[in-house]
């Protein structure tokens, strides 16, 4: 069974740090792009980034590009989401999700959340 | 980036009723649309892809059409489990943005 879990979410103030982690199994990791998405509470799903199969291509939003860096361990089934510099508006659910490319986003992992708070 | 519009923000319908939902971008993608269901607390699940191919074990009540700008979500029959919210995103670009959603509310 293909599997996505997601791990780190966390209460922190703003100015801080997070490291998202999302473990996968039940298929090829290193076969797929891989996609962070986010749903801030009562609101719509938000794309926040993505990286290619091998690490080597990353693309952003622009309200996270150089706050946050995707980054991936194919040895390791793993997928990561390091956040800097957070802001209240960063508080969401955030989802990791298989790309499959021309056959869109699926599955999705069952979200974690993060709350920034002052 | 691609916007995605969606319209409408909510619907209102009926058990066995038939509902559309419309998506458009803001410049041509191709047929590089795929439509999502979410459930309260829950994370999306996958329903269409490649603007009308059904997802495995869909059922086929669900339908999508359109390409370049203009897309829509067909739901033939509504259900009791389809009052929920629906979601288009675009994969044209690798910065796959998602409209705002669509709200199924029983009427």
């Known amino acids: 069974e293909v599997q996505l879990v997601e791990s780190g979410g966390a209460l922190v103030q703003p100015g801080e740090s997070l490291r998202l982690s999302c473990a996968a199994s039940g298929f090829t990791f290193s076969d797929y792009r891989m996609t962070w998405v986010r749903q801030a509470p009562g609101k719509g799903l938000e794309w926040v980034a993505s990286i290619k199969q091998d690490g080597t291509e990353k693309y952003y939003v622009a309200s996270a590009r150089g706050r946050f860096t995707i980054s991936r361990d194919n040895a390791q089934n793993s997928l990561y989401l390091q956040m800097n510099s957070l802001r209240a508006e960063d508080t969401a659910v955030y989802f990791c999700?298989?790309?499959?490319?021309?056959?869109?986003?699926?599955?999705w992992g069952q979200g974690t959340l993060v709350t920034v708070f002052s | 980036d691609i916007q995605m519009t969606q319209s409408p923000s909510t619907l209102s319908a009926s058990v066995g009723d038939r509902v559309t939902i419309t998506c458009r971008a803001s410049?041509?993608?191709?047929?590089?649309l795929a439509w999502y269901q979410q459930k309260p607390g829950k994370a999306p699940k996958l329903l269409i892809y490649k603007a009308s191919s059904l997802e495995s074990g869909v059922p086929s009540r669900f339908s999508g059409s359109g390409s370049g700008t203009e897309f829509t979500l067909t739901i033939s029959s509504l259900q009791p489990d389809d009052f929920q919210t629906y979601y288009c995103q675009q994969y044209n670009s690798p910065q796959r943005t998602f409209g705002q959603g669509t709200k199924v509310e029983i009427k």
């Open positions: 410049q041509s993608i191709s047929s590089w």
């Open positions: 999700a298989r790309d499959r490319g021309p056959g869109g986003t699926s599955p």
